[in-house]
């Protein structure tokens, strides 16, 4: 379902990393149904300096924020610098949610992470399981700092009556994904290797870890039809899944993409790289009942859109993603 013109004409929203991969196809959509968009890039609006969220909520008064910056990275990143995952993301939030409360922004949407669950979650994930046990290690202090985020918004709809949603997307991918080695997850990550190895006729090409272990993907256009439609219609206090609602090994994954990219070398598995969590999928039950998502794009179609934009983008790597703390 698309989003009402009546409620998003003229209606002004404050996005944070609305120039990101998420954020600008979440930018786009708002703009088509008729919003006021203001998107800041980080030299215009650094999340990190409070006075600096002040001045832009003064000058650009929004009705509703919604909250998609953040400093991401796949398993090597998140191994790299696991305290500046910590400190940016927990800051950006906790500050910009206090901003939102002290302007009397109407609406606050807030975008956690899947890695925020248990590392031992029982499959699929529900959102009642979210702090029964500590997240898996490679990536629990990212996702502990966006889960803090929840308790502020729960705490400051207890005591000052904010309206704040709080979002768990699953590991999205789709075109304007990072393709960086250095900062990349795993579908654009595989992507680029294997088309790589096949313009290079390479034998083989390694993947990380075992390939036992399990993820969901959301392709990124259906989140970002998922992040309106919740900004539209849910003002309940509880979190709320955003994926696809099924998963698939790391090893199939990479088989398809192989497929897909017409490689047809030998795919070599590093055991002595870590898995991540053992399994991720969620439950997108509420999603679906409480405003009206479920995603509508197939793994495989996703997968071909995806690599169709990265073969094109590949000759300008300036298109090749960026950060979302924009």
């Not at 002040?54 to 790299?80: C, F, K």
């Not at 955003?242 to 497929?259: H, N």
């Not at 399994?279 to 999603?287: F, I, P």
Request: aromatic letters at 8%; glycine letters at 8%.
């Amino acid at each position: 379902m698309a989003p009402t013109s009546t409620f998003w004409s003229g209606r002004r929203v404050f996005v944070t990393g609305g120039s990101g991969f998420l954020g600008s196809h979440v930018v786009e959509r708002l703009r088509d149904a008729g919003a006021w968009v203001t998107a800041l890039r980080r030299a215009e609006c650094d999340l990190l300096d409070p006075a600096a969220i002040d001045h832009a909520l003064h000058v650009h008064n929004p009705d509703m924020i919604v909250h998609l910056a953040a400093t991401v990275g796949g398993i090597g990143a998140n191994q790299r610098e696991p305290g500046r995952f910590f400190y940016e993301n927990i800051l950006m939030g906790v500050q910009l949610i206090e901003a939102a409360r002290r302007h009397r922004v109407n609406k606050t949407v807030v975008l956690g992470t899947v890695c925020g669950y248990p590392k031992h979650t029982p499959v699929p994930f529900h959102e009642s399981e979210l702090w029964n046990g500590y997240p898996e290690e490679t990536n629990a202090p990212y996702g502990v700092a966006k889960k803090a985020l929840l308790v502020q918004l729960d705490a400051y709809r207890q005591q000052y009556g904010m309206n704040g949603v709080f979002l768990i997307p699953v590991n999205l991918y789709g075109p304007r994904d990072t393709f960086d080695p250095l900062r990349s997850h795993v579908i654009p990550a595989l992507i680029r290797k294997f088309v790589e190895a096949r313009n290079a006729d390479a034998s083989s090409v390694e993947v990380w870890g075992t390939g036992r272990a399990s993820r969901e993907f959301l392709y990124v256009e259906d989140c970002a039809r998922a992040v309106v439609l919740a900004a539209e219609r849910y003002n309940g206090d509880a979190p709320v899944n955003i994926g696809a609602g099924a998963e698939i090994t790391v090893a199939d994954l990479a088989t398809l993409i192989a497929s897909l990219c017409a490689y047809s070398g030998v795919l070599k598995f590093d055991a002595s790289r870590p898995d991540g969590q053992p399994r991720r999928s969620l439950d997108v039950s509420r999603a679906e009942e409480g405003f009206g998502f479920r995603a509508t794009t197939s793994l495989r179609e996703g997968l071909r859109r995806t690599i169709e934009w990265y073969e094109q983008a590949s000759a300008q790597p300036a298109q090749l993603g960026s950060s979302t703390n924009a």
